[in-house]
C-alpha cells in the first residue's frame, strides 16, 4: 500500500483538517489525469514514472469525514521494493503563498503509527486505518500526527486554502511517490 507512513502523516493533517471544517465538502480532486484513485483528496505531483509505489485506490469513509464518528482510511496498492531504514519525506505545507511548514521526517520512525517497521517488504500490500474524530475541535486548530516524535504538535490554522505536498524516497534516494493536498476551511 502507501507508503503507509506517509499515509498516516497525511491523512492525519488532512483528516484534522477536514473535520476542522466541518465535513461540508465530499474530498475528492477533479479528474486530471493526477487524481489518485478513490474517494480522497490526494493527487499526484506529476505523472507517475518508474516510482517505487503503485497506488491502486486511497478511500475515506464516510467522505467527508464527520466529528465524533469513526474515519477508516482503506488504501491499496503495490510496492516494487521494499522501503528500507533511511527512506524518508519531504513535507510542505502551505497557506496560499506562504509556506508554513517544510520538514523532513523519517518514514521508519512513523510506520510504528500503522502497526508495521521497517523494512516494508515489496508486493502488494493494503492498509485499512481508522482514526477516531473529536467531538469537537477548536475552530481554528488541528492537531496533526502523534506527538511521538518532533514532527508537528499543533499549528493555528485560520480559513483558507492550504496544500499539503509530500515527497516521499526511499533509502536510496529513489523517489517512493509524490501526493499533495488542497484542503480548503471556509
Not at 71 to 95: D, M, N, Q, V
Not at 103 to 124: F, N, R, S, Y
Not at 160 to 178: E, L, M, R, S
Amino acid at each position: 500500500m502507501l507508503s503507509t507512513p506517509l499515509l498516516s502523516l497525511l491523512f492525519a493533517a488532512l483528516t484534522s483538517a477536514v473535520s476542522i471544517s466541518g465535513g461540508q465538502q465530499v474530498l475528492k480532486m477533479g479528474d486530471d489525469g493526477l487524481s489518485v484513485p478513490g474517494e480522497n483528496p490526494l493527487k499526484y505531483c506529476e505523472t507517475p514514472h518508474d516510482w517505487v509505489l503503485d497506488i491502486e485506490k486511497v478511500d475515506l469513509s464516510p467522505n467527508p469525514p464527520e466529528a465524533a464518528k469513526n474515519l477508516t482510511i482503506t488504501a491499496s496498492g503495490t510496492l516494487k521494493e521494499a522501503i528500507a531504514k533511511g527512506a524518508y519525506a519531504l513535507l510542505t505545507i502551505r497557506y496560499g503563498y506562504i509556506q508554513l511548514l517544510k520538514q523532513t521526517v523519517d518514514l521508519c520512525e512513523q510506520v510504528g503509527h500503522l502497526d508495521l517497521e521497517c523494512p516494508i517488504k515489496a508486493g502488494k500490500m493494503e492498509i485499512v486505518k481508522v482514526v477516531t474524530l473529536p467531538s469537537t475541535i477548536p475552530p481554528v486548530s488541528a492537531p496533526f500526527p502523534p506527538a511521538t516524535t518532533s514532527f508537528f504538535s499543533m499549528l493555528m490554522l485560520p480559513q483558507g486554502k492550504y496544500k499539503v505536498h509530500a515527497d516521499v524516497f526511499n533509502f536510496d534516494n529513489k523517489q517512493i511517490t509524490c501526493l499533495e493536498a488542497t484542503v480548503e476551511f471556509p
